[in-house]
């Protein structure tokens, strides 16, 4: 084999590798690779000299391939390449947290990595385009406090986002007892790969307001009941019995009760300022609900819920206030394909257990919209009352069972009429058999 002298050098921060007046451009770590190769093929002697290039030094060594077994052994360009994962899916779990977000990333055969970050969506979507460019991006992170902005984001980013319900993600009996923010961002990546998730309804923009505010009013009223039993607590604490005039329900908390109030003598200054403290809070929270109920109003008769307020009040039962939870929790009631549904999502429906030929039908479930159940059974009550043929059907169930437990029968058929109601813009029909 013809003797071949190669040399190294250094140009423009590029190293040249020179053979028979071919340049070859590798990077620095492609080429240490490269002579590591060619050191343990026993193919570098030791260096024999210095190549001089505009002022950098390098070293210059003589390749001779007399003894190697190798003919016409060229060398390959090393240009780096740009990475494309076009057609790729890479699926992305969030655990998130008010300052900072735990990150998994999945590829479609490998975990790539779980790292923590600033809880910034656009952080996230810049990693994303950085690191996999040209890929589909999914990502999945649990419901809870943060609401869905963090998902509106990241869908407008270019990344299909869905949340999920955290009951509902598959979880090992390992995972439960080590719980950690990188076991559970890795639990919804792989889940999201494996197809095992299904994201939770997401009503519009200002479904979610207007249903913030029906929520402010039941957290106000919720405050004003708490404060109302404080009072009550001081007065029983220091011995005051409330007088038989105020004794019946329906006279609680009147303007009268309230003037009583003002008059207790708590005999020591400290506990006068105490009560006088606790009916300044109740009277302002009575002010505040009184102004969210007029907001409420206000929205009930704007052209948006209207019509379908109107076809509600039709119904036994239900008031202006109720209408608009329903309608503010439920958004568009189509998306419920049957009454089934509809029920597991009030959660109206029982817990079952069956194995074998074992099977027990429970409590009612706990999963479900607590402020929908409770506004429904609330309604079904009075809709006994003003229905006859709910009275009846009620009056026909607790003779085979507890009345709070007819009452939950009840509901469930006030709602399928409510679901027919809105369906087909039909106002409610009494006397209709149950």
Known sequence: MENHKHYVGFRNHTLILLKSAKDHFVTFAGFCHLLAGLQ??????????????????????????????????????MAR???????????????????????????????????????????????????????????VYEAGFSGFWLQ???????????????????????????????????????????????GIYIPAFKVRQDRNLLRTRQQLVSDQTRCKNRIKSMLSFFGISIPEQFSHSGRYWSHRFMAWLKEVDLREESGNISMELLLKEL????????????????????????????????????????????LTELGNVSRFK???????????????????????????????????????????????RND????LKYQELCTRMKGNKAIIRIARKLLNRIRYVLLNNTPYQMGVAA
């Not at 390098?58 to 003894?67: A, I, P, Q």
Request: glycine share 10%.
């Open 40 to 77: 343990t093929l026993g193919i570098i002697p030791p260096s024999d000299g210095m190549f001089e290039n505009e002022g950098i030094s390098c070293e210059v060594f003589n390749l001779g391939y007399e003894d190697v077994p190798y003919k016409n052994t060229e060398l390959m360009p």
């Open 81 to 139: 390449k740009p990475t494309d994962f076009r057609g790729q899916n890479i699926y992305v779990g969030i655990d998130v947290h008010k300052k900072s977000f735990t990150v998994s990333v999945h590829g479609e055969g490998l975990f790539y990595k779980t790292f923590s970050q600033p809880a910034d969506g656009q952080v996230l979507v810049k990693y994303l385009h950085r690191n996999f460019p040209g890929a589909s991006y999914s990502a």
């Open 152 to 198: 509106e984001f990241l869908e407008s980013n270019g990344v299909n986002c869905i949340v999920v319900n955290p009951i509902d993600v598959p979880t090992t009996d390992k995972e439960k007892k080590q719980k950690r923010d990188r076991i559970d961002s890795h639990k919804l990546a792989r889940s999201l790969k494996n197809g095992d998730l299904e």
């Open 283 to 326: 009277l302002h929270l009575r002010e505040l609900i009184l102004r969210t109920d007029r907001a409420i109003w206000r929205l009930s008769k704007s052209g948006f819920y209207r019509d379908q307020v109107e076809l509600l009040l039709t119904v036994p039962g239900v008031g202006r206030l109720t209408s608009m939870i329903l």
């Open 338 to 384: 049957s009454l089934d549904r509809l029920c597991s999502y009030f959660g109206l429906i029982p817990n079952v257990y069956g194995s074998g030929d074992t099977e027990r039908i429970g409590e009612i479930t706990k999963r479900g919209n607590g402020r929908l159940k409770r506004s429904l059974i609330e309604s079904s009550w009075v809709a006994i």
């Open 388 to 391: 006859p043929a709910l009275g």
